[in-house]
């Protein structure tokens, strides 16, 4: 199951594509909003009820991205990949027969928990290796990966749309959706287990730098320093801001028009998923990139300050034009998308290269966090505002600005990181046994 090492000569722009081919069929999570209408209506439920799938998957990922972060640096990225492939393909077709037989708790079994560790395993299992084969460039590089996770909804949001609308939208059809999915899933990510290849040693360009230069943290030093914490509230309370509007997506916008002339429907609101999607991929490529030139804390600080900008300007106006809503949201998703992918390379700065993946790994248990409380926030703050009588825009005024306070906790988390003290650093000599020890096992 070990990835074959890759030969002289080999491209390492092959590892990028490897990587989206994952990716880009996990990023199936982000269009969970598609489900959620048709779920409401043939199994009776809530909107916090229908969120429950996705909102488990989320705090999945991050549990299996933390206890399974040291497994894939040890077995790699071909046995991380295989292992992603089998759960979250898996998770669809438990879905499909819980969808079949209207059993909901087997749907969020197999979507929320199963398919979540797929999630976990399948998002963290390229970082490492693309980081060691782009060292120059390691904010480009995961941007490069990483954006196939925000772009799969881009797939996936019109494909489901397109699925329903021919299945139908009863509990036949989406378990015949869910399939699929599950199928189509498994021989797309196959590709990226065949692709995957590993660095032959820490220069994978002749004269470039080195992989494992600089400063090194291990995973468990790394979890005792307040840079790390610092960063699990920055990537928590960014997340959570652009996670509620994701998952509430197609149904927010209709809300948010339906008292207007122009009401959106329910197509347009697929569409306008999709619209998000593509923000939150291009975000990540072109934020994590642009974080390569101006450093992880100022891009950061522009994620977490305009992003505050655009919530207050949705709360107070983003009513009165749907062009203004959709900009500012836009806004939004692109540095949700940009957080996420410049994460990686933030955490390599501080803590280097060492144990990177299961650093990143544990860091994604804000991202759990922050998958329960937005959407909690975002869907219980509507559901009891509908109860009270309150409809349109008034359903989301309140989560909006609870919004706007998140992201200013995370701005200033992100002012307090500072160098890692060096009583956290390994110590050379320690440093160089273990990357010799290591090498054969990552480049097995």
């Known amino acids: 199951m070990s990835p074959p090492v890759a030969p002289p000569g080999w491209s390492r722009w092959l590892v990028p594509p490897a990587a989206l081919s994952v990716h880009l069929s996990i990023g199936q999570a982000y269009a969970w909003s598609v489900f959620k209408p048709p779920l409401e209506s043939a199994l009776g439920l809530s909107g916090t009820q229908s969120a429950l799938p996705f909102q488990l998957a989320?705090?999945?990922?991050?549990?299996?991205?933390?206890?399974?972060?040291?497994?894939?640096?040890?077995?790699?990225?071909r046995w991380a990949m295989t292992v992603a492939l089998v759960c979250f393909s898996s998770g669809f077709l438990i879905s499909a027969l819980g969808a079949a037989t209207e059993q909901y708790w087997l749907i969020v079994l197999g979507y929320g928990f199963v398919g979540g560790i797929g999630l976990g395993i399948g998002y963290i299992s390229p970082v490492s290796t693309l980081i060691k084969w782009f060292p120059d460039r390691p904010g480009m590089a995961t941007g490069i990966a990483i954006m196939g996770f925000g772009g799969g909804a881009l797939i996936a949001s019109p494909w489901s749309a397109q699925m329903l609308e021919s299945f139908g939208s009863d509990s036949s059809g989406i378990a015949l959706a869910f399939l699929v999915h599950?199928?189509?899933?498994?021989?797309?990510?196959?590709?990226?287990?065949?692709?995957?290849?590993?660095?032959?040693?820490?220069?994978?360009?002749?004269?470039?730098?080195?992989?494992?230069?600089?400063?090194?943290?291990?995973?468990?030093?790394?979890?005792?320093?307040?840079?790390?914490?610092?960063?699990?509230?920055?990537?928590?309370?960014?997340?959570?801001?652009?996670?509620?509007?994701l998952e509430k997506a197609a149904p927010?916008?209709?809300?948010?028009?339906?008292?207007?002339?122009?009401?959106?429907?329910?197509?347009?609101?697929?569409?306008?998923?999709?619209?998000?999607?593509?923000?939150?991929?291009?975000?990540?490529?072109?934020?994590?990139?642009?974080?390569?030139?101006?450093?992880?804390?100022?891009?950061?600080?522009?994620?977490?300050?305009?992003?505050?900008?655009?919530?207050?300007?949705?709360?107070?106006?983003?009513?009165?034009?749907?062009?203004?809503?959709?900009?500012?949201?836009?806004?939004?998703?692109?540095?949700?998308g940009g957080g996420f992918a410049t994460i990686p390379a933030y955490l390599k700065d501080l803590f280097g290269t060492y144990q990177v993946g299961a650093i990143h790994g544990r860091l994604l248990t804000a991202w759990s966090t922050a998958g329960v409380l937005g959407p909690l926030i975002v869907n219980w703050i509507a559901d009891r505002q509908e109860e009270a009588g309150k409809h349109g825009s008034a359903l989301y005024t309140l989560s909006l600005f609870i919004m706007i306070g998140l992201l200013a906790v995370g701005f200033v988390a992100n002012e307090l990181v500072r160098p890692v003290h060096p009583r956290h650093h390994i110590p050379a000599q320690r440093k160089a046994a273990d990357v010799e020890r290591q090498q054969p096992e990552s480049a097995a």
Do not use: H
């Open 58 to 77: 989320i705090v999945m990922l991050g549990l299996s991205a933390a206890f399974g972060g040291t497994l894939v640096e040890r077995n790699g990225p």
């Open 182 to 245: 599950g199928l189509s899933y498994a021989v797309f990510m196959t590709l990226g287990v065949l692709l995957v290849r590993v660095p032959r040693g820490e220069r994978p360009v002749a004269g470039g730098p080195s992989a494992v230069e600089g400063v090194q943290v291990s995973a468990r030093s790394a979890v005792r320093t307040p840079q790390f914490w610092c960063l699990w509230v920055v990537l928590c309370m960014n997340v959570t801001a652009g996670i509620g509007i």
């Open 252 to 336: 927010m916008i209709r809300d948010f028009f339906s008292d207007t002339s122009t009401p959106v429907s329910v197509s347009a609101a697929a569409g306008f998923v999709a619209l998000l999607s593509a923000a939150n991929m291009a975000g990540r490529i072109g934020w994590s990139s642009a974080s390569d030139l101006i450093g992880r804390k100022n891009v950061y600080r522009v994620y977490l300050g305009v992003g505050a900008l655009m919530y207050g300007l949705i709360a107070l106006i983003g009513d009165s034009s749907k062009p203004l809503f959709v900009l500012c949201a836009l806004v939004i998703l692109s540095f949700y």
